[in-house]
């Protein structure tokens, strides 16, 4: 399968523990993109990466969350101390380098954090 | 602040109809206009996607319909198919410091009844 995976799928945790989420972009795409989706909503933007350089960041990505793409492959992204409202479906996407047109998002499955 | 609104926030059409979903938009720096399709437990996928220099493209059943000066996009999905139940979302995007990020609708449930 040479899409964008991501681990684990499911994530349960209690409230005020840290989890990592792991996305696997595909080969050579060199952006990398997390959105959060909450239920009955649209994908929101997070953080965007260029390679291992993060460029972007939502005003939604609070302190407690930090993302990183060591090496520009696969990215993690960490949130600590979680709160019940971190409830949500994590998405990633990846695209390859920008080129004359406009490339597709390839979004993975997504991890579903449920916060007891 | 909801750079773009979607409705119906749900649709129930019978096979072989026509589904209609909108989209309007606010920021004119917009200048991509994808729709996503997501199946329950998938990640969203490209469906179509449409630039502001032409006004309709078409792909199979899916047309999508653009309209500059009102800043209003739609989806048309001919002879729909109970495959194509799913949440489809509008999206807008622009390039910004190589950044690409898509700001999505809130979805729309299309329920397609054989």
């Known amino acids: 399968d040479t899409g964008v995976s991501q681990d684990p799928r499911h994530k349960i945790t209690k409230r005020g523990q840290n989890v990592t989420f792991r996305c696997d972009p595909i080969?050579?795409?060199?952006?990398l993109y997390w959105y959060r989706q909450t239920l009955g909503q649209g994908p929101e933007f997070l953080t965007y990466f260029q390679n291992e350089a993060q460029l972007e960041k939502s005003r939604l990505l609070s302190d407690r969350f930090s993302a990183e793409r060591p090496k520009g492959s696969f990215s993690t992204l960490e949130i600590q101390r979680t709160e019940q409202g971190d409830s949500a479906m994590y998405l990633c996407a990846s695209s390859p380098a920008p080129g004359l047109g406009r490339d597709e998002q390839f979004f993975g499955p997504g991890t579903r954090l449920t916060v007891l | 602040q909801q750079q773009v609104k979607q409705s119906p926030q749900s649709l129930i059409v019978q096979k072989g109809g026509i589904s209609i979903i909108n989209c309007a938009y606010e920021n004119t720096a917009f200048d991509y206009f994808p729709w996503y399709q997501q199946f329950p437990g998938k990640g969203p996928a490209l469906l179509i996607a449409i630039r502001p220099d032409v006004s309709e493209k078409k792909e199979g059943r899916f047309t999508i319909s653009f309209n500059k000066s009102a800043k209003q996009f739609s989806l048309h999905i001919m002879d729909s198919q109970p495959g194509d139940s799913a949440t489809y979302f509008c999206?807008?995007?622009?390039?910004?410091?190589?950044?690409?990020?898509?700001?999505f609708g809130k979805g729309t449930k299309l329920t397609v009844n054989p």
């Open positions: 080969s050579e795409h060199n952006r």
């Open positions: 999206a807008a995007s622009m390039v910004q410091g190589g950044s690409e990020k898509l700001v």
